[in-house]
Nanobody, 127 residues
Framework: QVRLAESGGGLVQAGGSLRLSCAASGRTFSRYAMGWFRQAPGKEREFVAA????????YYADSVSGRFTISRDNAKNTVFLQMRSLKPEDTAVYYC????????????????????WGQGTQVTVSS
């Protein structure tokens, strides 16, 4: 069982930056692939970024590639999402997700592949 808690959301102007954190409970965090997803009002929850258990492999949605960076600190059971050059279309509730991976270098990009989810943190980007 893994419990996740996101933090770091808020209101920012277009072009600004935010850093989201997701703290995980449990002692086996280093066995979990982690992902960030987001859901805007009236839209489906969509993939943003993922990172393998070791942190050695990352993957990004095209819409955020080059602007967002996912990272993790396994010693602190925390995954981060650094967001730069934010746009109004990045406005959404951001969720972190966890799934135990069979490989230290494997990550997941689909919602259905993740069993554990946080409650989400709101990110609002004003124009």
């Amino acid at each position: 069982q893994v419990r996740l808690a996101e933090s770091g959301g808020g209101l920012v102007q277009a072009g600004g930056s935010l850093r989201l954190s997701c703290a995980a409970s449990g002692r086996t965090f280093s066995r979990y692939a982690m992902g960030w997803f987001r859901q805007a009002p009236g839209k489906e929850r969509e993939f943003v970024a993922a990172i393998s258990p070791s942190g050695g492999s990352e993957y990004y949605a095209d819409s955020v590639s080059g602007r967002f960076t996912i990272s993790r600190d396994n010693a602190k059971n925390t995954v981060f999402l650094q967001m730069r050059s934010l746009k109004p279309e990045d406005t959404a509730v951001y969720y972190c997700a966890a799934e135990e991976s069979s490989s230290e270098n494997y990550y997941y990009t689909m919602k259905y592949e993740y069993d554990y989810w946080g409650q989400g943190t709101q990110v609002t980007v004003s124009s």
